[in-house]
């Protein structure tokens, strides 16, 4: 009588091997990510603000984009409200995280979903969603992002004080603000595996560049929407086209 051989199965990973993937998988961003907060740290003291309230920000708001948009309309003389607005429109692309994350993170406790909220920045996400999606699932993978987070909240509280205290001794050939763009790229870029992903960046990188004079930074937000919209006929028009072959 022969017997079969038991299938093996990979094994569940645990609450600590997920935070560490989380952590390795966002490591390669620092790169871009630590001098994004120096030029954050400049800015803020550029613009006027205290050293704390500059660290402040960086540990209540949390968000690089915002920050450096609010550091650079407090310098230029902007009301309290336009800032405030600007800042609020700019974030909102955070609520697109979260939509697109609750699936992953409904069943969790409150206190988790308050966290990982917290910790869902840019970089964040997308490594996350990439591990969310590409691999095998388990009970732990919300530790993932808790090490793709909470690394990057360490960094970005350490490069904006850096920032910060250094400023002025950082030379302006350094150029560090090109790391801003640079961040993004290295988030966004790996997203393009098809045509509407692609339509979108195209689109939407044409109307922030051709917006650039818009006011109160309505750029992002123009192009933001402007893309999503191209992505998502692109998407339409690819899917008739399947339809019609078919």
């Not at 974030?91 to 917290?118: C, D, F, K």
């Not at 970005?156 to 640079?182: C, H, K, M, R, Y």
């Not at 595996?193 to 917006?211: E, M, N, Q």
């Amino acid at each position: 009588m022969s017997s079969v051989a038991p299938t093996k199965t990979a094994p569940t990973k645990t609450a600590r091997d997920e935070f560490w993937d989380g952590v390795k998988d966002e490591t390669p961003l620092m790169l871009g990510v630590f001098p994004f907060g120096m030029v954050f740290g400049v800015l803020g003291i550029e613009a006027g603000l205290e050293p704390l309230v500059v660290m402040a920000m960086s540990i209540i708001v949390f968000g690089g984009a915002s920050q450096v948009v609010f550091a650079q309309m407090a310098s230029a003389g902007a009301s309290g409200l336009v800032i405030t607005g600007t800042v609020g429109i700019i974030n909102l692309r955070h609520a697109l995280y979260s939509a697109t994350m609750t699936q992953y993170i409904e069943g969790l406790p409150m206190r988790w979903r308050v966290l990982l909220a917290y910790l869902l920045t840019d970089e964040a996400f997308f490594v996350t969603l990439n591990r969310m999606q590409t691999k095998p699932p388990s009970p732990f993978m919300h530790y993932h992002m808790l090490g793709t987070g909470g690394l990057l909240w360490v960094m970005w509280q350490i490069s904006t004080a850096i920032g910060v205290g250094l400023g002025e001794l950082i030379p302006d050939s350094l150029n560090l603000g090109f790391a801003i763009p640079l961040t993004f790229m290295a988030i966004t870029l790996p997203q393009i595996t098809s045509i509407p992903p692609l339509v979108a960046l195209l689109v939407a990188g044409t109307v922030a560049i051709l917006g650039q004079d818009l006011p109160w930074n309505i750029w992002v937000i123009a192009a933001g929407l402007v893309g999503m919209i191209a992505g998502y006929c692109a998407e339409l028009i690819l899917a008739k086209k399947k339809g019609d072959a078919a």
